[in-house]
């Protein structure tokens, strides 16, 4: 309690504004815990985002990569000649994209693609192949390659 210095009579004591250091405390813990709980989920999203872009990235390249035998009666020599000629955009042609790394190779009458993740456990998980066939492979651990289990 205090005095009114006009009336003399003992008022209550107001409370300061503002939070005190406990309040802040358990504000800080909550978010702490919310971040903690949504943190791994966003992670895994995105690893999920970047293996779907990875796929998406081989199929297009599938499709590219039997136009431009067709127009030039042989298959192109790396991902450069396809994004020269527009078959794909220069962010695929400079062979990184959404966290993997496409490495494209020519063979006899055909070519290749790996996509490996950029870095493993943390842009993806899998590793991915596709060749002249269209089939699309994967590894779990690993370089994905023409021997590695076909995705569903």
């Known amino acids: 309690?205090?005095?009114?210095?006009?009336?003399?009579?003992?008022?209550?004591?107001?409370?300061?504004?503002?939070?005190?250091?406990?309040?802040?405390?358990?504000?800080?813990?909550?978010?702490?815990?919310?971040?903690?709980?949504?943190?791994?989920?966003?992670?895994?999203?995105?690893?999920?985002?970047?293996?779907?872009?990875?796929?998406?990235?081989?199929?297009?390249?599938?499709?590219?990569?039997?136009?431009?035998r067709t127009r030039f009666q042989g298959y192109a020599s790396g991902l450069g000649n396809l994004s020269a000629e527009s078959y794909?955009?220069?962010?695929?042609?400079?062979?990184?994209?959404?966290?993997?790394?496409?490495?494209?190779?020519?063979v006899p009458d055909s070519w290749n693609v790996a996509a490996a993740p950029q870095t493993a456990g943390t842009t993806g998980d899998r590793a991915f192949f596709v060749d002249a066939s269209g089939v699309i492979r994967f590894e779990a651990s690993g370089a994905a390659t023409s021997a590695s289990a076909p995705l569903d």
């Open 1 to 68: 309690e205090r005095e009114d210095k006009e009336t003399g009579e003992m008022l209550p004591m107001k409370r300061e504004q503002g939070f005190t250091l406990i309040e802040l405390m358990i504000v800080v813990a909550i978010i702490a815990i919310l971040a903690a709980i949504a943190i791994p989920s966003l992670l895994n999203a995105r690893k999920s985002a970047n293996e779907a872009s990875a796929i998406s990235s081989l199929r297009t390249l599938t499709t590219v990569g039997e136009q431009y």
């Open 88 to 106: 794909i955009d220069s962010v695929l042609g400079s062979g990184t994209k959404s966290g993997y790394v496409f490495t494209y190779t020519t």
